[in-house]
């Protein structure tokens, strides 16, 4: 069975009815953002959901290592339920492009690890992300105070003038939205070298596109990564945002692109709407 890691800060009603949805046919396993305007009890309720399991454990501050942790504490959740045979980790605004049946079809018997695999000596610019000390979990970035934003600017720019390097070594890196088998989901969040790496990356930013890709680096599942995280997700059109927020325009590109995820989707917008009906099987033919 598939089980979906979702990750969620906004919009109650859009989440329930993407939970609603996706539930039908996969197990959901779903975070809160405990700053988000999604309460308790509203956790509570989709928690109630048939197939779903919700929890509200971590303030998400951008960039910070607690995202990277409530995605590790869902996928743990999820391997409890021995049924799960593959994980997708995905974002509240992604959506499952095929029909469901498609969908298992598409991950039966597959050992594959779907996700984007990078050389970080291919991208020196994002040397500053692991090799200078950064305190997200204390320092909300996104806050628009400029308390937060100029004492972020001002470690940074400290940590420079002071040539302070950490001696962290992470060859890989990529987005975190990812597919993967039981087997190799096991490895990654159970395995006592993981264990480490996850202590190591505390104080990186945006360690959740480190965490993975390093976790397999070196191991037997290293060369069961694809490349290629079959979400279809448009990044060079800025003014609809990055990545860019999808509209039925972009369906026949998501249909020929081979993904099994459209990112970003908003729930309720009529590419929502046909997606929806696509996954559930209720698609005009």
Avoid at 102 to 128: C, K, N, V
Wanted: proline content about 4%; hydrophobic content about 40%; charged content about 25%.
């Amino acid at each position: 069975m598939q089980a979906m890691i979702i990750t969620a800060y906004r919009d109650y009603e859009g989440l329930s009815r993407m939970l609603g949805a996706l539930s039908r046919h996969a197990l959901c396993f779903v975070h809160i953002d405990r700053k988000s305007d999604i309460t308790q009890a509203q956790t509570d309720r989709l928690d109630a959901m048939e197939n779903v399991r919700a929890i509200r454990r971590y303030r998400v501050n951008w960039g910070s290592v607690y995202h990277l942790h409530a995605l590790l504490d869902l996928c743990c959740m999820a391997l409890e339920d021995p049924r799960v045979t593959h994980l997708h980790l995905i974002s509240a605004q992604d959506f499952p492009c095929v029909s469901a049946e498609a969908f298992e079809r598409r991950f039966e018997g597959d050992t594959r690890i779907h996700m984007q695999s990078l050389r970080t000596a291919d991208y020196p610019e994002l040397a500053h992300r692991y090799e200078h000390f950064h305190f997200m979990h204390w320092l909300n970035y996104r806050d628009m105070g400029e308390r937060a934003q100029n004492w972020v600017g001002r470690i940074d720019r400290w940590q420079d003038a002071l040539h302070v390097r950490r001696r962290l070594s992470v060859p890989r890196k990529g987005l975190v939205w990812l597919s993967l088998p039981r087997e190799a989901a096991e490895h990654a969040v159970l395995a006592p070298p993981n264990r480490r790496l996850l202590r190591k990356l505390r104080f990186t930013y945006i360690p959740e596109e480190f965490y993975f890709q390093n976790a397999f680096a070196g191991t037997p599942w290293e060369g069961k990564i694809t490349g290629d995280a079959l979400r279809f997700s448009i990044w060079d059109e800025p003014q609809r945002g990055t990545p860019a927020l999808l509209d039925a325009r972009d369906l026949p590109a998501i249909d020929a692109s081979g993904c099994v995820f459209a990112r970003k989707v908003e729930a309720g917008s009529a590419l929502y709407e046909q997606l929806e009906r696509r996954w559930l099987g209720t698609a005009a033919s």
